[in-house]
């Protein structure tokens, strides 16, 4: 090695040393590093990093939330560990973090198509329950939970009602509940799933509709809000719910209209009338469902 290498480490090492030094002139930041097992004249080589990992770490002792994490990656802290007397960096996860991850695992159970974030956290401890007109909804789902897995045939639920009374976050906090359970789900707002499902005949058509056909629990959401065509009730909803009469599959429904009115908005498409299809749509909606009707005031103005 020659004289101009030879000054240019001993340069690189005293900058290292006086950059380490000053570092731990931070009694804190001393007493964090001081904890790891590992020798000065390596932990001297990552100061920068260290100063890095410190400066998250006291992030994470502040912090009173997910949602107010200052970390470069949120909810991780980047942490040294020690490993055969090398230093290693790597992201950890916080336990809010970790809390939040564990809340959402039953997301994995559920699809949500076209489906508001609200009610994708559908909660039941966040139901209004001040409302007596929910009173016979609660017992159903009540019951539902602990005879579903027990009971064969168990029926879904046609709930239909006034606009905003909360019908879709009922449903949506009972399926939610279920995919805590581990129990596949999915929560379909259906004129927008038609609409979808149209578009994609030259993709993933058939994995969509399919899905929607099998999964054990399923929701419609504002069915009837739809543009009625032979297609889409002759080729979508009728094979659906024919489908999942047979399978004894629960399919939950929620409208606007009555049955009643489902049927006659059923009957008319640009082709004309055709009573009789409409007809039994319905019929294997109430095989499916027990109907309630849910009139209340509109909880979203």
Same mark, same amino acid.
């Given at each position: 090695?020659?004289?101009?290498?030879?000054?240019?480490? #001993? &340069?690189? @090492?005293?900058?290292?040393?006086?950059?380490?030094?000053?570092?731990?002139?931070?009694?804190?930041?001393?007493?964090?590093?001081?904890?790891?097992? /590992?020798?000065?004249?390596?932990?001297?080589?990552?100061?920068?990093?260290?100063?890095?990992?410190?400066? *998250?770490? @006291?992030?994470?002792?502040?912090? !009173?939330?997910?949602?107010?994490? #200052?970390?470069?990656? @949120?909810?991780?802290? +980047?942490?040294?560990?020690?490993?055969?007397?090398?230093?290693?960096? &790597?992201?950890?996860?916080?336990? !809010?973090?970790?809390?939040?991850?564990? $809340?959402?695992?039953? +997301?994995?159970?559920?699809?949500?198509?076209?489906?508001?974030?609200?009610?994708?956290?559908?909660?039941?401890?966040?139901?209004?329950?001040?409302?007596?007109?929910?009173? =016979?909804?609660?017992?159903?789902?009540?019951?539902?939970?602990?005879?579903?897995? #027990? #009971?064969?045939?168990?029926?879904?639920?046609?709930?239909?009602?006034?606009?905003?009374?909360?019908?879709?976050?009922?449903?949506?906090?009972?399926?939610?509940?279920?995919?805590?359970?581990?129990?596949?789900?999915?929560?379909?707002?259906?004129?927008?799933?038609?609409?979808?499902?149209?578009?994609?005949?030259?993709?993933?058509?058939? *994995?969509?509709?399919?899905?929607?056909? !099998?999964?054990?629990?399923?929701?419609?959401?504002?069915?009837?809000?739809?543009?009625?065509?032979?297609?889409?009730?002759?080729?979508?909803?009728?094979?659906?719910?024919?489908?999942?009469?047979? $399978?004894?599959?629960?399919?939950?429904?929620?409208?606007?209209?009555? %049955?009643?009115?489902?049927?006659?908005?059923?009957?008319?498409?640009? @082709?004309?009338?055709?009573?009789?299809?409409?007809?039994? /749509?319905?019929?294997? /909606?109430?095989? %499916?469902?027990? =109907?309630i009707e849910l009139i209340s005031k509109n909880r979203r103005s």
């Amino acid at each position: 090695m020659n004289k101009i290498e030879e000054y240019i480490n #001993k &340069s690189n @090492s005293t900058d290292l040393k006086h950059s380490y030094m000053d570092a731990c002139s931070n009694k804190d930041f001393y007493k964090y590093i001081s904890s790891l097992p /590992i020798e000065e004249d390596i932990l001297m080589k990552y100061t920068s990093t260290l100063e890095e990992c410190f400066d *998250e770490y @006291s992030n994470c002792k502040s912090c !009173k939330s997910f949602n107010m994490c #200052k970390n470069k990656v @949120s909810g991780y802290c +980047l942490t040294p560990e020690v490993e055969e007397k090398s230093l290693n960096f &790597s992201y950890i996860c916080c336990d !809010k973090k970790a809390k939040i991850d564990e $809340e959402e695992k039953y +997301l994995q159970n559920i699809k949500y198509y076209d489906i508001p974030q609200e009610i994708r956290k559908a909660s039941f401890k966040d139901l209004y329950n001040d409302d007596t007109a929910r009173v =016979p909804i609660m017992k159903y789902i009540k019951d539902f939970v602990k005879n579903y897995g #027990k #009971k064969d045939n168990l029926k879904g639920l046609y709930l239909h009602g006034s606009f905003g009374s909360g019908k879709t976050y009922l449903v949506a906090a009972l399926l939610n509940d279920m995919a805590k359970k581990k129990v596949k789900c999915a929560c379909v707002y259906y004129p927008e799933f038609l609409r979808d499902l149209k578009a994609s005949f030259k993709t993933d058509y058939e *994995e969509k509709f399919r899905y929607i056909k !099998k999964v054990p629990l399923l929701l419609l959401d504002d069915i009837g809000a739809e543009n009625v065509s032979n297609f889409s009730r002759d080729e979508i909803l009728g094979p659906i719910l024919q489908y999942r009469m047979e $399978e004894n599959l629960p399919t939950f429904f929620t409208s606007n209209l009555t %049955l009643e009115e489902l049927e006659n908005n059923l009957a008319i498409t640009s @082709s004309g009338v055709d009573k009789l299809k409409a007809k039994r /749509i319905v019929e294997r /909606i109430k095989q %499916l469902t027990v =109907p309630i009707e849910l009139i209340s005031k509109n909880r979203r103005s």
